[in-house]
C-alpha cells in the first residue's frame, strides 16, 4: 500500500522525490509501520511553544494527574498482585501440590489499555489481566478469588461477569475501579519477566483467555510501534478529549474506542516521526479526512502463523470482513479488527475530522486558541432529535437500512434526570425548534379558557335549592297512570304528542347535577317537590303545550333533528318484515343527542323511569327514584361543552 493512496500529498507540498531525499539523507532513521514516512523534518520553535499551551488547555479538562494520584495507583496495583499470589498459592496447596512447589509457580498482574499506554485520566478505571499457571481454572477465579476479594474492607461493588465474551471481574479497590481478567497459560510456571508479545504462549490455550491476553499483547505492540513516546501520549491525549467533547468516543455504542484512536494516532505518528505534539495533532485531522475507507489502517504487516490454529482478520479469506465500514488492524497476532461494532458513522466522524482539521489550521496560524478545539458540540441543536434505547448500536444499523434516513447520530453522553418536571421542560425548551415552541404556546393559549369552563370545581347545592315539579305538570285527575306514564291519554293523543315535562336544576350558571346524583333522591325528598312548585320555572301559568313546543325536534348544524327519545306502548307485529325493529319497553327511549345544542341553548336527556316498587330489604339493590313522571334534564349550553363540540378535536397534538 503506497502512502500515496491515502496521504494528502498535495497540502504538504511534497512529491515522491521529496519523500526520496528525505529517505536517503538519514539512512540511520529507522521505518516504522508498512510505508516510508512523509517527512523526516524536526519540529521549529514555534512548534514547542504550540505544545505547551496545548498542555495548558488540557489541564483544566483533568486529563492529567498528580504525582500523589499516581502513587496511589501503583500502591493499589502492588497491593493487588500481592493478593493475586497469596491466591495462586492458596489454590495450588488446595490442589495437592507440594508446598515448595507452591511457592515457586508465581502469578502475576498486567496492565492494558489507557493506563499501559501513559494517557489515563483523572478518575478513570484500570485494566488489568491476572496471568496464572496451568494448574489454576478459570472456575477457581470466579469463585475462590471472588470470595477473597469480598472479604477485604478495601474492596467493594465486585461484580463477576463470567458468561462475558471477555470473562471479566468488576469491583472497586481502594477507591479505584479495576477490571480483573484472566488468562491460564500452558505453563507450570510464571517468571516475573514473561513476555506476553510472545507468539508462542498462545499454544493450546482456549479462546477466551486467548481474548483476555490480546489486550496487553496490542497495548505492548502499540507503544513499540511508535518512534516517539512521548509526543504521541500526549497528542493521543488531544485527541480522546476531542473525541469525547464531540461524543464520538463509545465503542458500545458504535463509535471508535480508546485503543482505535491510539492506533489512528501512532499511524500518524509513523508518517510524521520527529514532528512536535502540536503539529502533530494537525497532521492527524490532515491524514484521516483524506483516508480512503475502507482501506484498512496498519501498523504493521500481518503475520501469518498457521500453525497456532486462531482465527484473524483476513478479507481475502473471511467474507464478513469485507463488510467492515472502517476497518482498524491490531498489530498484535491474532489480528482483530477493533472497529468491528461502528455500523455507519463514517459521515459523522468524517464530518467531525473535516472541522477538527480547520480549527487546528487557525491555531497554528495564530487565528484561534486550542480551547477552541474542545469546545463541545451541542447535540441537540445540530440535530434536533435525540434518541435513547437499548442496544443502541444495532437501533442505528437499522435505521440507516431505511433509505429515507440520511444520518443517525447517538449522543453517548449520559444525561442525568432533572429534580422536577418544570425544569426538565425549561432545559429542553432551548433545544426545540421554534415551530414547536410556537406550536406549544398557542396549544396552552387554547388549553387556558376550556379548562375554565369545561373543568370548574363541583358546585354544592345551596341548602335551599330543592328539585321541584311543578303544579302544572301533576297527572291530571281524569287521567290514568299508564296513560300519564305511556304517553296515551283518554283523549286519544298519539304517544308522540306527549312531552316529558321538564325539571330544572340549580341556577343558569352553575353546572347541572350529573344523572347520576338525581336517581339518589330519597322518597321524601320527592313528596316534598310534588308540593312545592317551582316559582322560576312556571309558578302554575305556564301551558304544558309550550313545553311540549320547546322540546320539540329542531334541527342541527349537520341537518339532523334533535329527537328526545319516543316511547313505545303498542306490541309489534312480528310477522311484518317490512316493519322497522323497535323494542316494546315500558322505559323511555333514548338519549343525548349526539348533535349540537337547539337554538333554546340547551339540550334534553331522558332519564330513566321506574315504576315498580322497590324492594326495602335488599341492601345490593342500586337506589333509584320511585317516580310516577317521566324526568328530563335541562343543561346550560355556556356552562358545559357539548361532547360533540368540534373544538376539542381541534386542539394541537401533544408532543
Given at each position: 500500500?503506497?502512502?500515496?493512496?491515502?496521504c494528502p500529498i498535495n497540502e504538504e507540498k511534497c512529491s515522491r522525490s521529496t519523500f526520496i531525499k528525505a529517505r536517503s539523507s538519514d539512512p540511520q532513521q529507522p521505518t516504522y509501520g508498512i510505508t516510508s514516512p512523509i517527512t523526516l523534518a524536526g519540529p521549529k520553535p514555534e512548534d514547542h511553544q504550540l505544545s505547551e499551551q496545548l498542555v495548558e488547555a488540557l489541564k483544566p479538562h483533568g486529563v492529567f494527574e498528580n504525582e500523589e494520584e499516581l502513587n496511589h495507583r501503583l500502591r493499589v496495583l502492588s497491593k493487588l498482585d500481592g493478593i493475586v499470589k497469596d491466591w495462586i498459592q492458596q489454590v495450588a496447596v488446595a490442589k495437592n501440590l507440594p508446598p515448595s512447589v507452591a511457592d515457586t509457580v508465581?502469578?502475576?498482574?498486567?496492565?492494558?489499555?489507557?493506563?499501559?499506554?501513559?494517557?489515563?485520566?483523572?478518575?478513570?478505571?484500570?485494566?488489568?489481566?491476572?496471568?496464572?499457571?496451568?494448574?489454576?481454572?478459570?472456575?477457581?477465579?470466579?469463585?475462590?478469588?471472588?470470595?477473597?476479594?469480598?472479604?477485604?474492607?478495601?474492596?467493594?461493588?465486585?461484580?463477576?461477569?463470567?458468561?462475558?465474551?471477555?470473562?471479566?471481574?468488576?469491583?472497586?479497590?481502594?477507591?479505584?475501579?479495576?477490571?480483573?481478567?484472566?488468562?491460564?497459560?500452558?505453563?507450570?510456571?510464571?517468571?516475573?519477566?514473561?513476555?506476553?508479545?510472545?507468539?508462542?504462549?498462545?499454544?493450546?490455550?482456549?479462546?477466551?483467555?486467548?481474548?483476555?491476553?490480546?489486550?496487553?499483547?496490542?497495548?505492548?505492540?502499540?507503544?513499540?510501534?511508535?518512534?516517539?513516546?512521548?509526543?504521541?501520549?500526549?497528542?493521543?491525549?488531544?485527541?480522546?478529549?476531542?473525541?469525547?467533547?464531540?461524543?464520538?468516543?463509545?465503542?458500545?455504542?458504535?463509535?471508535?474506542?480508546?485503543?482505535?484512536?491510539?492506533?489512528?494516532?501512532?499511524?500518524?505518528?509513523?508518517?510524521?516521526?520527529?514532528?512536535?505534539?502540536?503539529?502533530?495533532?494537525?497532521?492527524?485531522?490532515?491524514?484521516?479526512?483524506?483516508?480512503?475507507?475502507?482501506?484498512?489502517?496498519?501498523?504493521?504487516?500481518?503475520?501469518?502463523?498457521?500453525?497456532?490454529?486462531?482465527?484473524?482478520?483476513?478479507?481475502?479469506?473471511?467474507?464478513?470482513?469485507?463488510?467492515?465500514?472502517?476497518?482498524?488492524?491490531?498489530?498484535?497476532?491474532?489480528?482483530?479488527?477493533?472497529?468491528?461494532?461502528?455500523?455507519?458513522?463514517?459521515?459523522?466522524?468524517?464530518?467531525?475530522?473535516?472541522?477538527?482539521?480547520?480549527?487546528?489550521?487557525?491555531?497554528?496560524?495564530?487565528?484561534?486558541?486550542?480551547?477552541?478545539?474542545?469546545?463541545?458540540?451541542?447535540?441537540?441543536?445540530?440535530?434536533?432529535?435525540?434518541?435513547?434505547?437499548?442496544?443502541?448500536?444495532?437501533?442505528?444499523?437499522?435505521?440507516?437500512?431505511?433509505?429515507?434516513?440520511?444520518?443517525?447520530?447517538?449522543?453517548?453522553?449520559?444525561?442525568?434526570?432533572?429534580?422536577?418536571?418544570?425544569?426538565?421542560?425549561?432545559?429542553?425548551?432551548?433545544?426545540?425548534?421554534?415551530?414547536?415552541?410556537?406550536?406549544?404556546?398557542?396549544?396552552?393559549?387554547?388549553?387556558?379558557?376550556?379548562?375554565?369552563?369545561?373543568?370548574?370545581?363541583?358546585?354544592?347545592?345551596?341548602?335551599?335549592?330543592?328539585?321541584?315539579?311543578?303544579?302544572?305538570?301533576?297527572?291530571?285527575?281524569?287521567?290514568?297512570?299508564?296513560?300519564?306514564?305511556?304517553?296515551?291519554?283518554?283523549?286519544?293523543?298519539?304517544?308522540?304528542?306527549?312531552?316529558?315535562?321538564?325539571?330544572?336544576?340549580?341556577?343558569?350558571?352553575?353546572?347541572?347535577?350529573?344523572?347520576?346524583?338525581?336517581?339518589?333522591?330519597?322518597?321524601?325528598?320527592?313528596?316534598?317537590?310534588?308540593?312545592?312548585?317551582?316559582?322560576?320555572?312556571?309558578?302554575?301559568?305556564?301551558?304544558?303545550?309550550?313545553?311540549?313546543?320547546?322540546?320539540?325536534?329542531?334541527?342541527?348544524?349537520?341537518?339532523?333533528?334533535?329527537?328526545?327519545?319516543?316511547?313505545?306502548?303498542?306490541?309489534?307485529?312480528?310477522?311484518?318484515?317490512?316493519?322497522?325493529?323497535?323494542?316494546?319497553?315500558?322505559?323511555?327511549?333514548?338519549?343525548?343527542?349526539?348533535?349540537?345544542?337547539?337554538?333554546?341553548?340547551?339540550?334534553?336527556?331522558?332519564?330513566?323511569?321506574?315504576?315498580?316498587?322497590?324492594?326495602?330489604?335488599?341492601?345490593?339493590?342500586?337506589?333509584?327514584?320511585?317516580?310516577?313522571?317521566?324526568?328530563?334534564?335541562?343543561?346550560?349550553?355556556?356552562?358545559?361543552?357539548?361532547?360533540?363540540?368540534?373544538?376539542?378535536?381541534?386542539?394541537?397534538?401533544?408532543?
Open positions: 500500500m503506497s502512502p500515496h493512496n491515502h508465581g502469578g502475576k498482574i498486567y496492565t492494558f489499555g489507557s493506563y499501559r499506554l501513559g494517557v489515563h485520566t483523572k478518575g478513570a478505571d484500570i485494566d488489568t489481566l491476572c496471568v496464572a499457571p496451568i494448574h489454576i481454572e478459570r472456575t477457581d477465579f470466579f469463585s475462590s478469588l471472588v470470595e477473597n476479594l469480598k472479604a477485604m474492607p478495601t474492596t467493594k461493588d465486585i461484580r463477576p461477569v463470567e458468561g462475558a465474551y471477555v470473562p471479566v471481574i468488576k469491583l472497586e479497590f481502594d477507591n479505584i475501579e479495576m477490571d480483573i481478567l484472566f488468562a491460564r497459560l500452558a505453563l507450570r510456571t510464571i517468571p516475573e519477566n514473561l513476555d506476553l508479545t510472545d507468539d508462542s504462549i498462545l499454544r493450546n490455550l482456549d479462546q477466551k483467555c486467548v481474548r483476555s491476553l490480546n489486550g496487553c499483547r496490542v497495548t505492548d505492540e502499540i507503544l513499540n510501534l511508535v518512534p516517539n513516546k512521548e509526543t504521541f501520549r500526549l497528542c493521543l491525549r488531544a485527541i480522546k478529549l476531542w473525541a469525547k467533547k464531540k461524543g464520538i468516543y463509545s465503542n458500545a455504542l458504535g463509535f471508535l474506542g480508546g485503543v482505535s484512536w491510539a492506533m489512528l494516532v501512532a499511524r500518524t505518528c509513523q508518517l510524521y516521526p520527529n514532528v512536535a505534539a502540536s503539529t502533530l495533532v494537525n497532521k492527524f485531522f490532515l491524514v484521516f479526512t483524506q483516508w480512503a475507507w475502507p482501506q484498512p489502517v496498519l501498523l504493521k504487516q500481518p503475520k501469518a502463523v498457521n500453525d497456532l490454529n486462531v482465527p484473524v482478520w483476513d478479507p481475502r479469506v473471511n467474507i464478513q470482513d469485507r463488510f467492515h465500514l472502517l476497518p482498524i488492524i491490531t498489530p498484535a497476532y491474532p489480528q482483530q479488527n477493533s472497529t468491528y461494532n461502528v455500523t455507519s458513522y463514517q459521515s459523522v466522524m468524517e464530518q467531525e475530522l473535516k472541522e477538527g482539521l480547520g480549527v487546528t489550521q487557525e491555531i497554528l496560524q495564530g487565528k484561534a486558541t486550542w480551547e477552541k478545539l474542545f469546545i463541545p458540540s451541542n447535540f441537540f441543536q445540530k440535530y434536533k432529535v435525540g434518541l435513547v434505547e437499548s442496544k443502541i448500536r444495532i437501533l442505528v444499523g437499522s435505521l440507516e437500512r431505511n433509505s429515507h434516513i440520511k444520518v443517525a447520530h447517538v449522543n453517548p453522553k449520559c444525561h442525568s434526570p432533572q429534580p422536577t418536571e418544570e425544569q426538565e421542560k425549561k432545559q429542553l425548551s432551548q433545544y426545540l425548534p421554534e415551530s414547536v415552541l410556537k406550536l406549544k404556546k398557542k396549544r396552552s393559549q387554547i388549553q387556558e379558557p376550556q379548562s375554565a369552563e369545561t373543568t370548574p370545581s363541583k358546585p354544592t347545592p345551596a341548602p335551599s335549592e330543592e328539585i321541584r315539579t311543578p303544579e302544572a305538570h301533576k297527572k291530571p285527575e281524569d287521567m290514568s297512570d299508564d296513560e300519564f306514564l305511556y304517553g296515551t291519554d283518554s283523549r286519544g293523543s298519539t304517544p308522540g304528542d306527549f312531552q316529558s315535562p321538564v325539571v330544572k336544576v340549580g341556577s343558569e350558571e352553575s353546572i347541572p347535577t350529573p344523572v347520576s346524583s338525581l336517581t339518589e333522591v330519597s322518597e321524601e325528598q320527592e313528596a316534598e317537590s310534588q308540593e312545592k312548585p317551582d316559582e322560576n320555572t312556571t309558578n302554575g301559568t305556564e301551558d304544558p303545550s309550550e313545553i311540549a313546543d320547546s322540546s320539540s325536534t329542531s334541527p342541527d348544524d349537520n341537518g339532523s333533528a334533535v329527537r328526545p327519545g319516543k316511547r313505545i306502548s303498542e306490541e309489534l307485529d312480528p310477522e311484518n318484515e317490512n316493519q322497522p325493529k323497535r323494542v316494546k319497553s315500558e322505559e323511555a327511549l333514548g338519549g343525548l343527542s349526539s348533535t349540537p345544542p337547539d337554538g333554546n341553548n340547551s339540550f334534553k336527556r331522558p332519564v330513566k323511569r321506574v315504576s315498580e316498587e322497590l324492594d326495602t330489604d335488599n341492601e345490593n339493590q342500586p337506589k333509584r327514584v320511585k317516580s310516577e313522571r317521566p324526568w328530563s334534564l335541562q343543561v346550560d349550553k355556556e356552562t358545559t361543552q357539548c361532547p360533540t363540540d368540534k373544538r376539542h378535536y381541534l386542539l394541537p397534538h401533544p408532543l
